[in-house]
């Protein structure tokens, strides 16, 4: 099992910055990868970025690529989304996830995302 928290959401102004949290305890070391998914009422979830435990590499979506940094703190277990300029259309509830199957001949954006999160609401209005 692998349990994931997410935390720093909140309400922002646009233009603002948050960083969201994602905090895995468990079983971490069967999950290289970890990701962040947002989703808005009505909408699909939609992947936002995602970073590879060793070495650190990332796969950011074009919505949030030059705006949102993932990154990660391996001693503890804690991966970060940074997000900056943020606007209206960044509202959604952010979810942290983890693939308890990795190939790396898969984008890691392409994985089966099995350990979620509770999710943390982020709302971006003035």
């Known amino acids: 099992q692998v349990q994931l928290a997410e935390s720093g959401g909140g309400l922002v102004q646009p233009g603002g910055s948050l960083r969201l949290s994602c905090a895995a305890s468990g079983r971490t070391f069967s999950t290289p990868l970890m990701g962040w998914f947002r989703q808005a009422p009505g909408k699909e979830r939609e992947f936002v970025a995602a970073i590879r435990w060793n070495g650190g590499s990332t796969d950011v979506a074009d919505s949030v690529k030059g705006r949102f940094t993932i990154s990660r703190d391996s001693a503890k277990n804690t991966v970060y989304l940074q997000m900056n300029s943020l606007k209206p259309e960044d509202t959604a509830v952010y979810y942290c996830?983890?693939?308890?199957?990795?190939?790396?001949?898969?984008?890691?954006?392409?994985?089966?995302?099995?350990?979620w999160g509770q999710g943390t609401q982020v709302t971006v209005s003035s």
């Open positions: 996830a983890a693939p308890s199957v990795y190939s790396s001949f898969r984008a890691y954006r392409d994985h089966n995302y099995d350990y």
